[in-house]
């Protein structure tokens, strides 16, 4: 129960923000969210399932909200608060504006802190091998080389790295770098697991240990999905804080059960993992040597015997898949089984799904020894890895010497675990209650002829539920976008909650005048969306509509018809656009603010990703249109199982799945338009499916209330 005393509490800390923050209006919305969230979290609702999920309008002030209802809380109790966002650009929001004003003026005393991916931080001791070693200078103690040869450009950023590193100029990771820092670069440099570990001597200074040391003290940590992900696949409490100690707070959960069946997947070469398994015994020969002790004999004896083992049943997979290439990899589109491939364009990849994620007996019985071997040579690695960190530390093996093979080794390791995480998924029976597996094979042909093996779990919500709401002290998930077609269900099912299992749901419209100030055009087009000639009439009419507003952003679904659209208009029309990806990002929002702060007009043209998180209030958007609806075409072979699975299960595939997400993919990009209560402007739709088609009534009935217009 929530005490009065805390209840007082979060009622002052909202009047101290009201008093503090200009054009403050008190919201029913965010007064009626901040309750709800604390009400959960304290257990109010149900002992053991303190979960919100929250859909909340543009404008409703839910950072805030979740900040309030959360945080007294929290720190009322001795817990943490665990803050995860999908984008760099909430993150940076949250701390750098929202946290800082709500810790001056909310009355409340606590820390907060970013908390990054290891991969994100320099290694202090790479980095200075690399600037010794990347000099030509080869030191004796360095075991560094490099992947790709540094050029002089990259030897003067490294140089540059190291000095800032060490006058405490850079905090040493890569997002607060001045400029953008090239792959082959950064992967030689950044921290890893395997060889920068904080017992260490010379990683002690590393910034990512640094940076741990002030999550540790944090009450409010924010992360990304990705990293809470990590965490929690590690046990949870192993990057971040445990679980059950903390509250939860999942912004941009739409994206949650996507980047949790991206964690939850694995794939492996074939061709390249016999490479590197080829190495492996000798890699553990050489740890035994510098370990000095008998206990290490035996692991390495071991280890060299299963990778012999694995060699052998890697060549069987091999043989057998090059064998039935011809079954599996068809030149032919059009024959009978080419619903199980798709070709990818882009590398002119060829892939095999296996239906119903069925792979054969002979290589499911491969799969088993496979996955039983690697999880062995996992075993023997890692106990040759910890003695050979225990002679280190002990002084009976010189740091210099034992680093390079200790990050050899950790290479391994990682390799070794997604190799058996891989065979785990191919030698696994699916359960007839829930989706199968999808497993699929690519014949990647890109630097040289190889296979690529991949598995992935259709659906997550199991996952989830082990690892997160079962586990944690609380949660609040939260988004503009979470009901699909006016209806939790479909984001219920994705992330494993039930509608009677004690877990709360609120929806919170918008505060904004929908009606008087936004406007949604659907225009008069003579093709269809998908019409061969729906691109140029796109052309024709374009300019008519671009004329409605002196701020523009026009949306496409793809990036071939984006470009043909923009090189056609520069041409016929002489007009000036910013196009995604000719420059930055961030380069476009700037050079638009400076267009519209001097009075002149702009326009933008960008895909999907424009159509999320991105913040143009007032005059920076008066004009909002949509070429097409955002229906993605299941292409993966993970989204092409899921519409498999629906059909067995006698669904309909394209109601159940493409129409409820490109619902929500709507909605979010029509939510770029009005951003504060006093924006003005108007959405045109030029897809007539809305019109023509029976789902589309449900599209444009699951948006916020803009004055329609249908043009005739």
């Given at each position: 129960?929530?005490?009065?005393?805390?209840?007082?509490?979060?009622?002052?800390?909202?009047?101290?923000?009201?008093?503090?923050?200009t054009h403050f209006n008190p919201r029913r919305q965010q007064t009626l969210l901040i309750a709800e969230i604390a009400k959960t979290l304290a257990g109010e609702y149900s002992k053991d399932r303190k979960i919100i999920t929250i859909e909340a309008g543009t404008g409703t002030g839910k950072s805030l909200a979740y900040c309030l209802g959360a945080i007294p809380l929290a720190l009322s109790r001795d817990k943490k608060v665990c803050i995860s966002t999908a984008t760099v650009a909430l993150q940076e929001q949250l701390v750098d504006k929202d946290l800082p004003f709500l810790k001056k003026y909310a009355g409340l005393n606590f820390d907060f802190t970013l908390a990054k991916g290891r991969q994100r931080y320099v290694c202090r001791q790479k980095l200075t091998q690399a600037v010794t070693t990347g000099s030509g200078n080869e030191p004796a103690q360095a075991g560094f080389t490099f992947a790709e040869k540094p050029d002089a450009k990259d030897i003067r950023t490294l140089n540059k790295m190291h000095k800032a590193l060490l006058d405490g100029s850079w905090l040493g990771d890569i997002d607060s770098w001045e400029t953008h820092l090239p792959q082959h670069i950064w992967h030689q440099v950044q921290s890893d697991k395997h060889s920068c570990l904080k017992n260490l001597s010379e990683h002690t200074h590393c910034p990512f240990h640094k940076a741990r040391e002030t999550m540790d003290q944090a009450h409010v940590l924010v992360v990304n999905h990705s990293l809470l992900l990590a965490d929690l696949e590690l046990g949870g409490g192993k990057i971040l804080s445990a679980p059950e100690d903390t509250f939860y707070i999942i912004d941009e959960a739409h994206h949650l059960p996507k980047v949790t069946r991206d964690f939850s997947s694995a794939s492996i070469t074939l061709k390249g993992s016999i490479e590197w398994l080829t190495k492996l015994r000798d890699t553990g020969d050489k740890m035994a040597k510098l370990i000095k002790s008998k206990n290490a004999i035996s692991p390495a004896l071991k280890l060299g015997d299963d990778c012999q083992d694995l060699l052998v049943e890697m060549k069987k997979v091999l043989n057998f898949i090059e064998a039935n290439a011809n079954v599996y990899f068809l030149e032919n589109e059009s024959s009978s089984q080419s619903s199980n491939f798709a070709k990818n364009s882009k590398n002119d990849e060829q892939v095999y799904r296996f239906e119903n994620g069925i792979i054969p007996q002979t290589l499911k019985n491969w799969a088993e020894d496979l996955q039983s071997l690697s999880k062995k040579s996992l075993s023997h690695l890692n106990k040759l890895y910890n003695g050979l960190i225990e002679a280190v530390k002990d002084g009976d093996t010189q740091m210099y010497v034992a680093e390079p093979l200790l990050a050899e080794a950790g290479f391994m390791l990682q390799r070794l675990e997604n190799l058996q995480a891989l065979w785990f998924m191919y030698a696994k029976s699916d359960s007839d209650k829930g989706a199968p597996m999808a497993r699929w094979l690519e014949k990647t042909t890109l630097k040289r002829q190889d296979y690529l093996l991949s598995a992935s779990p259709i659906e997550v919500g199991f996952t989830l539920e082990n690892m997160l709401w079962s586990q944690c002290e609380g949660a609040v998930l939260c988004s503009a976008t979470l009901r699909a077609l006016n209806s939790f269900d479909h984001f219920r099912f994705q992330v494993g909650l039930k509608n009677n299992d004690g877990s709360q749901y609120q929806q919170v419209d918008s505060p904004f005048d929908y009606q008087n100030n936004s406007q949604?055009?659907?225009?008069?087009?003579?093709?269809?969306?998908?019409?061969?000639?729906?691109t140029d009439e796109v052309i024709t009419k374009l300019p008519k509509y671009l004329k409605q507003g002196s701020a523009s952003l026009v949306l496409f679904s793809s990036y071939w018809q984006m470009n043909k659209v923009a090189e056609a208009l520069r041409e016929e029309h002489k007009l000036e656009i910013m196009v995604q990806g000719e420059l930055s990002r961030q380069q476009i929002i700037s050079l638009h603010k400076k267009r519209c702060d001097d009075n002149k007009e702009s326009i933008i043209f960008g895909t999907q990703s424009f159509s999320e998180g991105l913040d143009l209030p007032g005059d920076y958007l008066n004009n909002l249109i949509i070429t097409k609806l955002p229906f993605s075409v299941p292409t993966s072979p993970v989204e092409q199982?899921?519409?498999?699975?629906?059909?067995?299960?006698?669904?309909?595939?394209?109601?159940?799945?493409?129409?409820?997400?490109?619902?929500?993919?709507?909605?979010?990009?029509?939510?770029?338009?009005?951003?504060?209560?006093?924006?003005?402007?108007?959405?045109?739709?030029?897809?007539?499916?809305?019109?023509?088609?029976?789902?589309?009534?449900?599209?444009?009935?699951?948006?916020?209330?803009?004055?329609?217009?249908?043009?005739?």
């Open positions: 129960m929530l005490s009065d005393k805390l209840k007082q509490a979060i009622r002052q800390a909202y009047k101290a923000i009201g008093e503090n923050l949604l055009v659907i225009a008069k087009m003579d093709n269809e969306a998908s019409a061969p000639d729906f199982a899921q519409a498999e699975y629906v059909t067995a299960k006698g669904g309909n595939p394209f109601m159940t799945l493409s129409v409820p997400d490109t619902s929500k993919k709507l909605v979010q990009a029509c939510g770029r338009l009005l951003r504060n209560e006093k924006d003005e402007g108007v959405i045109t739709l030029l897809d007539k499916r809305v019109v023509t088609k029976r789902y589309g009534k449900q599209l444009l009935d699951s948006l916020p209330p803009f004055s329609r217009v249908f043009e005739k």
